[in-house]
């Protein structure tokens, strides 16, 4: 407890370094476990700090099991217990082992049901670790299968740059599968729409996207 009460009366910044030392003392764990019993205040903390670490190390969080645990996270009432979870959750997802506990556990249709959010960060968030989820084939077609393609596409011009990249991103992902493609090839002209974001982020991401759904092999 002492931790969290440290965490309520200092700023803390997390860095690589200090990620790294977190992990280096197996504590990934007990903060992990953390978010069963502590209040809304520390949870947020925690899963702040999980997100930092997760960027360092995923495998003890996945071996403590964090992914059921963060998918309850992400129907909390609190905003930013959502958006954090779903952070925490696209950093879980960058390893294979990461991708396939998100799929077993069936989180991707969670995270579709989060990008109607009324919260931009929560959709940016969503979207995000969906485009790390879609990677593998299994992840896109649980993402096919929970429709995920037309709030996506709701996504692609988003009034949040974040929310438009990651959305796109994902869509890129999603049209690696032919029934994907086949459904996209009707909404190119929304990503030509985009070329001139005024995010040169989002508008490279625009012209990726067209290149992958105009592919023909």
């Known amino acids: 407890r002492?931790?969290?009460s440290?965490?309520?009366n200092s700023c803390f910044v997390w860095t690589k370094n200090g990620a790294a030392g977190i992990v280096e003392t197996n504590l990934i764990s007990s903060l992990v476990l953390k978010l069963k019993t502590e209040l809304?205040?520390?949870?947020?903390?925690?899963?702040?700090?999980?997100?930092?670490?997760?960027?360092?190390?995923?495998?003890?969080?996945?071996?403590?099991?964090?992914?059921?645990?963060l998918k309850e996270k992400l129907t909390h009432p609190s905003v930013a217990i959502r958006s954090k979870a779903a952070r925490a959750l696209l950093g879980i997802s960058v390893p294979l082992e990461g991708k396939n506990i998100v799929w077993n556990e069936e989180v991707i249709p969670v995270l579709v049901s989060l990008l109607e959010d009324s919260d931009p960060e929560v959709r940016a968030n969503a979207a995000?670790?969906?485009?790390?989820?879609?990677?593998?084939?299994?992840?896109?077609?649980a993402a096919?299968?929970?429709?995920?393609?037309?709030?996506?596409?709701k996504l692609v011009d988003d009034e949040t740059s974040?929310?438009?990249?990651?959305?796109?991103?994902?869509?890129?992902?999603?049209?690696?599968a032919p029934e994907g493609r086949k459904t996209l090839l009707n909404h190119v002209d929304l990503f030509r729409g985009?070329?001139?974001?005024?995010?040169?982020?989002?508008?490279?991401?625009a012209k990726i996207a067209i290149k992958v759904i105009e592919w023909k092999p």
């Open 162 to 176: 974040k929310v438009r990249l990651n959305a796109i991103k994902t869509l890129t992902m999603l049209s690696e």
């Open 6 to 8: 440290n965490f309520r």
């Open 40 to 69: 809304d205040e520390i949870q947020e903390l925690i899963l702040d700090t999980l997100s930092g670490c997760l960027c360092v190390e995923a495998f003890e969080a996945l071996a403590t099991g964090a992914v059921p645990i």
């Open 128 to 141: 995000g670790a969906l485009m790390y989820a879609t990677i593998t084939t299994q992840g896109k077609y």
């Open 194 to 205: 985009q070329l001139n974001d005024s995010s040169e982020a989002v508008s490279r991401a």
């Open 144 to 153: 096919l299968s929970a429709d995920a393609i037309p709030p996506l596409l």
């Open 2 to 4: 002492k931790i969290f």
